[in-house]
């Protein structure tokens, strides 16, 4: 048995297409689509992963303005500029890019983040919301999972899914996203007991650890599908997942593929927030 291949990139090329005709509306109406994405790292995969937004919403029509405070930026000065561009009126989606510098956590500067442009749905406002059943954005990788899934047909409602990674951008978003679709939500971490024998028991499973290989046949029921959202660069410069897909294919019914899986969606979904938060909407 191999597992069927769930891509992300046809699903992201139709949301870009919507989101190129929404920004092109704009930009006639005279208030061009604008995202602004802060970045206070040196990391690599983080500059690679800005770098691919601000091509995406380029070609969108849509305009990206990277504010790169540097490695070494205060936690006051991210959220003076976050306070800034949330007040600037030619600014209407904002991301405040992960890993920050020690000593900053995205939970405590996410808030200086306006809620209407919070389009990567970090703000503790837009989260509370969120899991209140409210509208607000949600983080554009957790909805990424539930949008593939309904992409490809899979149903949630009444399945046992279980989400490996609690993150606050991540795994906890997803699994309120998951539970409005009805699905049983089981959440598992670094601290969970015997995660295979949990995992092992789902109708589907979402990876979202940022350990590749992790997840392996062990982990998979016979015929689950598997979302893989983790992205681990490889010494060679490419990408994998959390899951060792060689190994989970053999046994899974479906696997979302790294790269081309999660990712692309994620990115297209910033770009579908941003053109909303420019038409003032929210989902
Ligand atoms: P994170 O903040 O580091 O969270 C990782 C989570 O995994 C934590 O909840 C941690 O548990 C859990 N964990 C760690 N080791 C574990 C283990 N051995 N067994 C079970 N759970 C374990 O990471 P994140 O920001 O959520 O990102 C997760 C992955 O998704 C990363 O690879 C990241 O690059 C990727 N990502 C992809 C996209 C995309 O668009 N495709 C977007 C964002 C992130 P504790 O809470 O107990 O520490």
Redesign the pocket.
Request: charge should be positive.
């Given at each position: 048995m191999s597992a069927r291949v769930l891509s992300g990139k046809e699903l992201a090329a139709s949301i870009r297409s919507e989101a190129t005709a929404r920004a092109a509306e704009l930009a006639a109406a005279g208030t061009p689509a604008k995202l602004a994405v802060v970045v206070a790292t040196a990391d690599e995969?983080s500059a690679w992963?800005v770098r691919s937004i601000a091509r995406a919403a380029e070609k969108s029509g849509i305009m990206c303005e990277i504010v790169d405070l540097g490695a070494a930026a205060e936690p006051a000065l991210i959220r003076d500029r976050l306070a800034s561009l949330s007040a600037d009126d030619t600014v209407h989606g904002i991301i405040l890019q992960?890993p920050l510098p020690q000593g900053a956590r995205l939970e405590d500067l996410a808030g200086a983040i306006a809620f209407e442009k919070d389009v990567d749905g970090a703000n503790p406002l837009s989260l509370g919301r969120l899991a209140a059943g409210l509208p607000a954005f949600a983080?554009?990788?957790a909805e990424?999972v539930v949008a593939i899934l309904d992409h490809h047909g899979i149903d949630l409602a009444g399945r046992h899914v279980a989400v490996?990674?609690?993150?606050?951008?991540?795994?906890k978003p997803a699994a309120h996203l998951l539970l409005d679709r009805n699905a049983t939500v089981t959440v598992?971490?670094?601290?969970?007991r015997d995660?295979a024998a949990i995992t092992s028991t789902a109708d589907v499973v979402v990876?979202?650890?940022?350990?590749a290989g992790?997840i392996t046949a062990e982990h998979v029921r016979p015929g689950a599908v598997v979302v893989d959202?983790?992205?681990?660069p490889t010494e060679d410069g490419g990408l994998v997942?959390?899951v060792d897909a060689v190994a989970v294919a053999d046994r899974a019914g479906a696997l979302t593929p790294?790269p081309g899986?999660?990712?692309p969606?994620?990115?297209a979904l910033l770009l579908r927030h941003t053109v909303h938060a420019a038409q003032r909407h929210l989902p």
């Open positions: 995969s992963y992960t983080p554009a990788t990424a490996v990674g609690r993150s606050t951008v991540v795994g598992c971490h670094s601290r969970t995660l990876a979202a650890v940022g350990r992790l959202v983790g992205t681990n997942g959390d790294v899986g999660v990712g969606v994620t990115t």
